[in-house]
């Protein structure tokens, strides 16, 4: 298989020189052309075709979402949208998903030489998903599989103590990891969710890889969409029915215990399986403070972020869900919880709330398996 080749679009030539040479340094991406504005661009693009669009949203002559716009309708290309971390960026960067965007990245920082490690690290990552991403209903170049050494949770979460959780003693609770193509699908899971109340859904916990400002928005916009409640999670708030918590960019978040009380840690640390948050993180901690009493469900998204989380909390005792590949952006993540054993059932999209609803309703059962994992003091 060839290097993916990438065409970036950014009036700002310092930035066009920073992505290109993020891009030339990953082995398999290479960088097919820069252009300053959408018109040069679309003169670049009726000459050759790159695998890949970088797009700036603020551009002269044409805005960045009018252009993507154009793209969709006229010859679908995956398209990552490039920006500044700022709230009226977000806000700009959830339109371009709505209008067809594959993922948004931060516009890369070059401040310390580990934030431009960090950025070029999100942006390969990002780029490889985009080539890979189901685009107008069509299945793009399958996904090559990358084994290399990678940071683990224990960086962020602490080794497990002995004991276990009691099986039944608090709420179900659900936790949930996406990464390309989990916007969408989020939304469409979490809208046909009910409120609190008799037969209503459980608290939920999400870490969806994203940048940092961006969760924020995201969330507001699907506490305006969704019948349950959702925000961006803070450290310390509690684990409720009827409450989704996203996890912060660029934050990890970890699942906690105090007695029958659920409640959520936002802490800074290393990348884990190459994100901030991480769904490894998440769904150890899952494991250790919950147990037989959580759900585990790994969507749409490229790489193995969440696959051995989502091993342990089947180990645990936990109920392991993976998104089947026909519904999958890209078939990634859950693919590595499959070929692990991770997964007890492999769903479609649209199957998933009502596997959350049931989870809710269910007894959770022991496993020979069980936690380690007490009450906090």
Known sequence: ????????????????????DIIAGDPGLEVMATAADPFAAAERIRHEIPDVILLDVEMPRMDGISFLKRIMA????????????????SEALLDAMDAGAVDVIPKPRVDTKQHLLESGVRICDVVRAAAHARVGGLRRRAAPRRVEAKL?????????????????????????????GGTEALRQVLEALPADGPGGAPGIVVVQHMPETF?????????????VRVKEAAD?????????????????????????????????GPLVSRHRPSVDVLFRSAAQYAGANALGILMTGMGDDGARGLLEMKRAGAVTIAQDEESCVVFGMPKEAIE?????????????????????????SPSPQAPNAVDRP
């Open 74 to 89: 006229q010859r679908p290309i995956p398209v990552v949208m490039c920006s500044a971390l700022t709230d009226a960026g």
């Open 1 to 20: 298989m060839g290097k993916i080749r990438v065409l970036i679009v950014d009036d700002s030539a310092s930035v066009r020189r920073t992505l290109a």
């Open 215 to 227: 969760t924020a928005a995201f969330a507001r916009r699907l506490d305006g969409l969704c019948r």
């Open 236 to 268: 310390g708030d509690a684990v409720l029915p009827g409450l989704v918590l996203i996890a912060p960019g660029n934050r990890h978040m970890l699942l906690q215990r105090t007695g029958a009380r659920y409640y959520v840690a936002v802490k800074d």
């Open 152 to 180: 683990t949770a224990d960086a962020v979460l602490p080794p497990p103590v002995p004991g276990r959780v009691p099986v039944g003693a608090t709420e179900r609770i659900v936790c949930i990891g996406a990464s390309t």
């Open 340 to 364: 692990l054993g991770a997964a007890d059932r492999i769903v479609p999209l649209d199957r998933i709330p009502v596997e959350i609803l049931r989870a809710r309703r269910a007894s959770p």
